[in-house]
Each structure stands twice: as structure tokens, then as C-alpha cells.
């Protein structure tokens, strides 16, 4: 069998589209522009990268974009007291905090002093817990960009057998509450779990997202199952830096129904889902109909 390539590209096109498409009703019927700030502290230079990229695609589907570039040695006091201000601006939206932050800052602090409806990166302890519980939250981008592909292509998920192998709060957690949430029947494995080859091989839907290039390999996949790849791991591979994911993409394809490839899989959906949550936040705080299919 070879897989059916879902293409994470020319899905979060779709996605900005359709953005764009209710950002414009927005601005015509209500008048008001949804806005998104993005605080960076520091100079990392991948953060950089990453905040540039998410700036540019904000701007293009018509959003307000502020950008906070602070100082590497920036206080807590005075990073708490910008995301006080932007709490209370009316024309922020959403608010995200590039992580990771310096060490001597409380990351977790940080998070959960953003004003929950504004936490479009769904990483405040209230939106995760109302996730938790099956109730209305911000859902963290990646894992929500990865429930959109695997809607499209299924339909309905339930009674889906769904392994997650990795448990981080920010993918891993999630993207297995979001599956219970689709009544899918969901294993979380991790470095800990025993027979892992033999818990991904019981996947309809396998979802990695662990960190070590190509782990997966493809006799862990069950023949037409649906494999989601997270993973973006940098690799030198004939003199060249080369972009693979945490499975092993030429095998896996061999065997699965369906495979996301890296790069041009999940990575591209997360931007795109950041920009869908900033229109969700801003819906929602103004009592207006959310977006259609850009939620979980
Ligand atoms: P973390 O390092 O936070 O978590 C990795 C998880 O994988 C942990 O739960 C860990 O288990 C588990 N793990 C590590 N080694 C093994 C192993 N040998 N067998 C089974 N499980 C293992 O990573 P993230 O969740 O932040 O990211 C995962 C991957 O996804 C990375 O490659 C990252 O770059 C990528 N990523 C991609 C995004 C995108 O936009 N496409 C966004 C975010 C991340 P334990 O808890 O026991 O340590």
C-alpha cells in the first residue's frame, strides 16, 4: 500500500483562506480588526524566526499585528506589566508569549497571568482544564491543527483506536483529550511505556510527537492506519541540514492509509491555527458567531 500524502501546506492555506474571508466580514459588518500580540524576549535566534513568520501571515489574512521584542534581561515585574496592558487592550485579541523564555523568568507565571480569553496558544491552566473537562477552551495550536487534518480525512473518528506517543503539555496532553473529545479510544505512550512497537501496531491513529528523528518505524504501523508526524527534527544527513520528522517517513508511507511527510505536514497548520484562534478570541469576546470548522 502507499499512503495518501495529507498535505499540512495546502491545508493551512485553506485555513488562512477561510481566516482572512471572516476576518473581512469582521472588519465590514462590526468594524473591528482582530489583533494579535506576539511578546518575544530575548534573541533566540529559531524565536525569531518563528515571530517573524507568524507576523507576516497575521497581517496577510488582515489582522492587527503588535510585536514586543524585549531585552534578554527583561524583569518578570516588567513582562508581567506588558501583558497587564494587553489584557486590557480592546484591539488585542490574542496574546502569545514566545516560548521558551529566559531562564530566569517563571514561564508557567508568565502563561497563566494572560487573560484566558486572549490565550490563543491555549497554554493558561484554565483552557487546559476546561479541555479537559469537554468544555469550551483555546486549544493549543499544533494539536488542534492535527484534529482539523484528521477530521477532513475521516469524517468521524469514533471508535478509533488512537495512539499518542509523547505526553507534553503542549502536544502530546492535548492532542489526546482532543481525540477522547472525537470518542476515539486513546493509549498515551511515553520513554516510560513498554511494547511500544506493539502499542503503535494497535493505532487506526498514530500520533507522534516525541522529539527523536524517525523513531517510528514501519513495521509499528497497522496497515492503512492514519499516521500523524509532529516531529521537526534537524538532521545532517549528505553534508546537507535536512527537516524529518519522528517517523520514519519512506517506511511508514509503505504501510499506512495515510501519512502527514515533514516538512509540509502538521508544521504549516500551527501558524495557520494560531491565526484561527485569534479570530475564535475575538469572536467570542465580542458575542458573534465563531468561525465554522476553525475550532475544536
Ligand atoms: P517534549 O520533549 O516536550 O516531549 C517529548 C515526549 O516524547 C515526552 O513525553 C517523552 O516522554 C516522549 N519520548 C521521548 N523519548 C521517547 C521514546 N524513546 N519513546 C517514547 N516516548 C518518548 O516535546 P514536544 O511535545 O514539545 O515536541 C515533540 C516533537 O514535536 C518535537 O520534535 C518538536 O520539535 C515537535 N513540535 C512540532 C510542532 C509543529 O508545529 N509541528 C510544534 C511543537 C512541537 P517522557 O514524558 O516520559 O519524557
Not at 480569553?117 to 491543527?145: E, R, W, Y
Not at 502530546?172 to 516510560?192: D, F, N, Y
Not at 502499542?199 to 492506519?225: F, H, N, Q, S, T
Not at 504501510?255 to 494560531?274: D, N, Q, R, S
Request: proline share 5%.
Amino acid at each position: 500500500m502507499t499512503a495518501t500524502v495529507i498535505d499540512g501546506k495546502a491545508f493551512a492555506a485553506r485555513v488562512r483562506a477561510e481566516v482572512a474571508a471572516h476576518v473581512a466580514r469582521l472588519r465590514e459588518e462590526s468594524g473591528v480588526q482582530p489583533g494579535l500580540a506576539v511578546v518575544l524576549v530575548g534573541e533566540d535566534p529559531a524565536s525569531q524566526v518563528y515571530v517573524a513568520s507568524k507576523g507576516k501571515q497575521t497581517v496577510e489574512v488582515g489582522m492587527a499585528s503588535f510585536e514586543h521584542r524585549l531585552d534578554a534581561s527583561t524583569s518578570e515585574a516588567d513582562l508581567l506589566a506588558l501583558i497587564a496592558r494587553l489584557n486590557a487592550d480592546p484591539s488585542v485579541h490574542g496574546i502569545l508569549v514566545q516560548l521558551p523564555l529566559p531562564a530566569h523568568l517563571n514561564a508557567e507565571l508568565v502563561i497563566n497571568s494572560i487573560d484566558p480569553a486572549k490565550d490563543v496558544d491555549g497554554f493558561h491552566i484554565s483552557n487546559v482544564g476546561l479541555l479537559g473537562t469537554g468544555q469550551k477552551a483555546m486549544v493549543p495550536c499544533t494539536p488542534l491543527g492535527c484534529l482539523m487534518m484528521l477530521r477532513d480525512h475521516h469524517g468521524s473518528l469514533a471508535g478509533m483506536n488512537a495512539v499518542v506517543v509523547g505526553r507534553s503539555n503542549i502536544v502530546g496532553k492535548p492532542m489526546a483529550q482532543l481525540l477522547l473529545g472525537e470518542s476515539c479510544t486513546v493509549t498515551i505512550a511515553h520513554s516510560r511505556t513498554r511494547d511500544l512497537a506493539e502499542i503503535c501496531r494497535r493505532a487506526d491513529i498514530l500520533v507522534a510527537a516525541v522529539g527523536r528523528p524517525e523513531m517510528v518505524k514501519g513495521d509499528w504501523v497497522k496497515p492503512g492506519a492514519t499516521v500523524i508526524d509532529v516531529g521537526i527534527n534537524r538532521v545532517e544527513r549528505d553534508g546537507k541540514t535536512r527537516l524529518v520528522g519522528d517517523v520514519d517517513y519512506a517506511s511508514a508511507a509503505s504501510v499506512a492509509g495515510a501519512i502527514t511527510p515533514v516538512p509540509g505536514g502538521v508544521g504549516p497548520m500551527t501558524i495557520a491555527c494560531l491565526l484561527a484562534n485569534t479570530v475564535t478570541a475575538c469572536c467570542r469576546s465580542l458575542g458573534l458567531a465563531e468561525p465554522q470548522g476553525l475550532t475544536a
